[in-house]
């Protein structure tokens, strides 16, 4: 575990992603930090990412951060959320990443705009906009 104090939900976010990577999920850093380190600074306290997975895989990943000694709620959306469950992944310093299981109408294509960053020496998936006008 990277982080040594409370405000470091980025160093948070880097061993959810090093799991992810383990694994070959698809991801993308969204929210306030993915927004930051495009230009648009943003504060907040913890990590949003969409994961490209369904339910059943997205408790396993809870599973699997559960027992690298993280705390993790699994929380399903109702049938109107947009967000159709959220794994929340909190270490002992009380930092915080968010794992949104989906996002509807989230375009399948959006994992594939993902720009790679190294950051903190890892490489970070961070959702890559839009490539074309709506």
Known sequence: MRATRSGESALLLL??????S???????VVGA??????????????????????MPQAEGIGQRLKSAGFQTEFIRG??????????????????RVD????LKGLEALA???????????????LSGGRTSSP
């Open 15 to 20: 061993d959810v992603v090093d799991l992810l």
């Open 22 to 28: 383990d694994q070959n999920i698809e991801y993308a």
């Open 33 to 54: 930090l993915a927004a930051s380190i495009h230009g648009a600074v943003r504060a907040s306290m913890d990590a949003d990412v969409v994961l490209s997975v369904g």
């Open 78 to 95: 109702d049938f109107d959320d947009p967000i159709p469950a959220l794994l929340k992944v909190v270490d002992q310093h009380d930092n």
């Open 99 to 102: 794992l949104l299981v989906g």
């Open 111 to 125: 994992f594939s705009r993902a720009v790679s960053i190294a950051f903190q020496g890892s490489t970070v998936r």
